[in-house]
């Protein structure tokens, strides 16, 4: 499976231009291909003559906003880029980052708030494990209100999570 990766950032930050810029392709908030150019490729397909020739790629989600709802699409991602506006001279991208990755806290926060919500409805069966995971989703809300993050939480995560602030987050 091609590995994937989301766009994230701020209203007007070039987040569609970055999209453009790896996919070659316009459609805005949504999911393309970027081709990863090695030269070795040609060569060897030249050495055995090869009929067709296909570059590995990245898959490229983009999603048009913040807000739990729509970080939320980018759950199954393996790695945020972060895009920040260093250019128009209107914005501080350091600030900007830092209110970026509070949106992906929220976000988590919300996501282990439902989890737990719909665990302990499920763990009204009587099931021992649902109960444990009940349990552990408390203990990591509680710990996110605490101000912590996801990340600095020392035991495992319940593995039905799917936590975004987890992610390498490469700012662009
Ligand atoms: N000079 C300069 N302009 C840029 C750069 N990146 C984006 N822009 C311009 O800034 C504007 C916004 O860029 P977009 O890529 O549409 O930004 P976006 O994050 O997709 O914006 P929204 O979808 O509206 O939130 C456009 O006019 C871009 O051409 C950059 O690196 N340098
Ligand atoms: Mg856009």
């Given at each position: 499976m091609a590995l994937e990766v989301g766009i994230v950032g701020?209203?007007?930050?070039?987040?569609?231009?970055?999209?453009?810029?790896?996919?070659?392709?316009?459609?805005?908030?949504?999911?393309?291909?970027?081709?990863?150019?090695?030269p070795r490729l040609q060569q060897l397909a030249d050495v055995v003559s090869a009929?067709?020739?296909?570059?590995?790629?990245?898959?490229v989600s983009e999603v048009r906003g913040t807000g739990p709802a729509l970080l939320g699409n980018l759950r199954q991602v393996d790695a945020l880029l972060v895009v920040l506006d260093g250019f128009s001279g209107t914005r501080t991208p350091d600030d900007d980052l830092e209110t970026l990755k509070?949106?992906?806290l929220v976000a988590d926060r919300d996501h282990v708030e439902r989890r737990l919500e719909r665990v302990e409805k499920q763990a009204k069966s009587g099931d021992?494990?649902?109960k444990k995971e009940v349990e552990?989703?408390?203990?990591?809300?509680a710990h996110?209100?605490?101000g912590h993050a996801l990340a600095d939480?020392?035991?495992?995560?319940?593995?039905?999570?799917?936590?975004?602030?987890?992610?390498p987050l490469i700012a662009i």
């Open positions: 701020l209203q007007s930050s070039g987040k569609s231009l970055l999209f453009e810029a790896l996919t070659g392709t316009k459609a805005h908030g949504e999911v393309g291909m970027a081709a990863i150019p090695d009929r067709k020739v296909t570059p590995a790629a990245i898959r509070l949106e992906l021992t494990k649902l552990q989703l408390q203990e990591l809300l996110l209100d605490a939480w020392q035991q495992e995560l319940p593995p039905e999570l799917e936590p975004l602030t987890t992610k």
